[in-house]
């Protein structure tokens, strides 16, 4: 039987793997993954200091146990450097393979095949000779890296991030909570802006200040220069700041590259229909580097949808993705937060109710129908699944 192919081992590739299994025993399942195929919760990177996890205690199991689990055959290590989407065929390399292996382009077909390639971190144009210093997480390689560096550094590390973003806040907290020095940098005005108001932003950072973090809001960082041992930013303020290590956590780009080789239909990422499907037959995509029907989601829910949507499809059974209301839990225990973002059109207005710590902030619409909302606080967040009721599905 020809195999249904998984490209990548993270969570999107992982959790298709185990819905696709809970379906189907019988058809042969292969994963090509870039990294060692470990399997593991992206989402715990941004909170594993103060949790004191370790990159191999966040390892759920390597590959060899992941494939035995699965019935499914990991190839790690291996790069497809071309699909062919008309003979169904890919071409792959292995890297890093001992001496005496055979590592020339190997070919492998499929019945189905799935793009779960995620998304890179985008690379600032920055100058400078430390430019190419500057870290960013997104992997648990990535983490690791990291984690080592700042063991290596000491306690009394001062790191600089630069991104008030979803990763750049959570990592803030995070590490301003394991003990280090942190100072988070950005363009915006204030946290989070493409998610939260002003008034919102403004509190996020007013509760991460309290707990030690510095902030630099309005300027980019144009330059970093080694200064002996430190590192230093060049603003655009024309200040600059000096730090023992930086993180760049300034957003991801979808992995599309592959796709595009493949003459398949992108946009922002890997173009797909309610099915998951891409313009080329056979050929799927789910998680951080699709675009379903115009949504980019990268976020856990709308990837567990996808997967179980997806799993019954290639089982035989066509399947549409449906997404429900999927409120974001923003790793911020700093400022509890919990958003559920809503496209403001004309006519849409904000309700704010003030509770015993924060406050519960609506979109409506102009009928009054709740669109969307911020829960800040923790006596907020408990009206989070009355309010989810209240919000209509997102894509049905």
């Known amino acids: 039987m020809t195999p249904v192919i998984i490209l990548g081992s993270g969570m999107a590739g992982y ?24 399997s593991y919760a992206k989402p715990g990177l941004s909170n594993a200091f103060t949790a004191g996890k370790s990159a191999d205690a966040l390892a759920q199991a390597d590959a060899l146990k992941m494939g035995e689990t699965l019935s499914m055959t990991i190839m790690a290590n291996t790069q497809v450097s071309a699909i062919n989407t ?10 890093d393979a001992p001496p005496g292996t055979d590592n020339s382009d190997q070919t492998l077909e499929y019945r189905d095949l799935v793009l779960a390639v995620g998304a890179s971190p985008i690379t600032l144009p920055i100058k ?13 390689q ?39 020095a942190v100072t988070l940098m950005d363009l915006a005005d204030y946290p989070l802006p493409k998610l939260i108001g ?8 007013t509760a991460l200040e309290d707990d030690g973090v510095v902030f630099k809001m309005g300027v980019s960082v144009a330059e970093a220069s080694f200064e002996g041992a430190e590192i230093k930013l060049g603003l655009s303020s024309g200040d600059s700041a000096s730090f023992d290590l930086v993180l760049s956590a300034v957003g991801l780009r979808p992995n599309t590259g592959l796709a595009k080789q493949a003459g398949i239909e992108c946009d922002l990422g890997i173009s797909v229909n309610q099915l998951l499907k891409t313009s080329a037959d056979h050929v799927y995509a789910i998680g951080d580097c699709a675009v379903v029907e115009g949504h980019f989601l990268p ?19 066509s399947t549409l993705v449906k997404y429900g209301v999927m409120p ?17 059109t004309e006519g849409t207005r904000t309700e704010v109710v003030d509770t015993e710590d924060g406050h519960v902030i609506k979109t409506l619409g102009s009928d009054g129908e709740l669109l969307g909302f911020v ?15 209240e919000v209509p599905d997102l894509l049905s």
């Open 375 to 389: 829960l800040m606080g923790k006596a907020a967040l408990k009206e989070r699944m009355a309010l989810s009721k």
């Open 15 to 38: 959790t298709l793997a185990r819905e696709f299994r809970k379906l189907d025993s019988e058809t042969p399942l292969i994963m090509v993954s870039s990294e060692d195929g470990a």
């Open 328 to 344: 974001i839990a923003v790793k911020t225990p700093s400022q509890p937060l919990c958003i559920l973002p809503a496209q403001r």
């Open 142 to 180: 990535d983490y690791r890296v990291f984690r080592d560096r700042l063991e290596q550094l000491g306690a009394d590390t001062r790191i600089g991030i630069i991104g008030a973003g979803l990763i750049g806040v959570e990592f803030a907290n995070d590490l301003i909570k394991a003990g280090y």
């Open 86 to 95: 008309a003979d169904k065929t890919l071409t792959l390399q292995v890297m």
């Open 198 to 205: 002003q008034d919102q932003g403004q509190a996020l950072q």
């Open 299 to 317: 976020y856990v829910m709308p990837l567990m949808s996808e997967a179980r949507a997806l799993a019954k499809t290639l089982s035989g059974e």
């Open 128 to 140: 400078g000779d430390a430019a190419d210093q500057l870290l960013q997480v997104n992997s648990l």
